[in-house]
Nanobody, 124 residues
């Protein structure tokens, strides 16, 4: 399994931007589809965005489409989540996840490895 470490979370005002980064260990990063999920306090974990192994296919939740962008750099073993026009309802702990051999699914149960999460708080 790949080890994942997220960074880049913080406190931002509504309308602002943040960029989350997920660093992966190992030499097989390019064999994993990558995803971002989030969990707000008292709510279930939900899908945010996902990216295929080569980065040519993306998948977004309707709530973030047009505001968030997922990307990856296989040479640097990194996946990014650019978040713009943030809203208070985007407040959550954001998790990076890896799905070996996958295609970028919305289903959290398909992901093999998870990071520890990074807190994003959007104030109104």
């Amino acid at each position: 399994q790949v080890q994942l470490v997220e960074s880049g979370g913080g406190l931002v005002q509504a309308g602002g931007s943040l960029r989350l980064s997920c660093a992966a260990s190992g030499r097989t990063f390019s064999t994993y589809a990558m995803g971002w999920f989030r969990q707000a306090a008292g709510k279930e974990r939900e899908f945010v965005a996902a990216l295929s192994r080569s980065g040519d296919r993306t998948n977004y939740a309707e709530s973030v489409k047009g505001r968030f962008t997922i990307s990856r750099d296989n040479a640097k073993n990194t996946v990014l989540l650019e978040m713009n026009s943030l809203k208070p309802e985007d407040t959550a702990v954001y998790y990076c996840a890896a799905d070996r051999g996958g295609y970028g699914s919305r289903l959290s149960r398909l992901y093999d490895s998870w990071g520890q999460g990074t807190q994003v708080t959007v104030s109104s």
